[in-house]
């Protein structure tokens, strides 16, 4: 905790704060109650890019929100299933596809269990052991206002 510690490294601004504030705001808050200074923020700075109004509208906010959001993890399953009966399903019809195309080729049909397997295996180590430092740092990162720069203090 030094005196550097409310300003952005970069542009010396003082309008920082914690991403995952920001983005907490910006996602639950889409009335503008605290359109007033938050407007200011955004249009003394030129990270956004193009036109800024006095105004904090719901889109930008869902924009950086959106600029700000936490890591995401990576989908177990070759497309994006989201409730655990679609994975099933999903599980089944991929089975099926497997058993198949094995009666025509069965070299095809372990080339395409074996890519299934992998992209799982890959998706779930990523899930296991990237991502949780990726959230752990994203929630340590501060962001500056002014220039859109991100640091933590580490
Ligand atoms: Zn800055």
């Known amino acids: 905790m030094d005196t550097n510690q409310h300003c952005c490294p970069n542009c010396a601004g003082q309008q920082i704060a914690l991403k995952k504030m920001l983005y907490y705001q910006g996602t639950s808050d889409h009335s503008g109650s605290y359109s007033g200074s938050f407007g200011g923020y955004i249009s003394g700075g030129h990270w956004m890019g193009g036109t ?50 094995g009666k025509i080729s069965p070299i095809i049909s372990f080339v395409v269990a074996g890519i299934g397997v992998f992209k799982y295996l890959n998706a779930s180590r990523y ?23 991100a640091w933590t203090y580490e």
Not at 64 to 87: C, D, E, W, Y
Not at 88 to 100: D, E, K, M, N, S
Not at 127 to 149: A, D, H, I, M
Request: with cysteine; net charge positive; aromatic share 12%.
């Open 52 to 101: 800024q109004g006095g105004g904090y509208s719901g889109i930008n906010q869902t924009r950086l929100a959106s600029l700000l959001s936490p890591p995401r993890r990576k989908s177990t399953s070759l497309i994006r299933v989201n409730s655990i009966l679609g994975r099933i399903i999903y599980g089944w019809c991929y089975l099926g596809i497997i058993i198949l195309v």
């Open 127 to 149: 899930n296991t052991t990237v991502y949780p430092k990726l959230y752990r740092q994203w929630e340590k990162e501060w962001f500056c206002l002014s220039c859109g720069s």
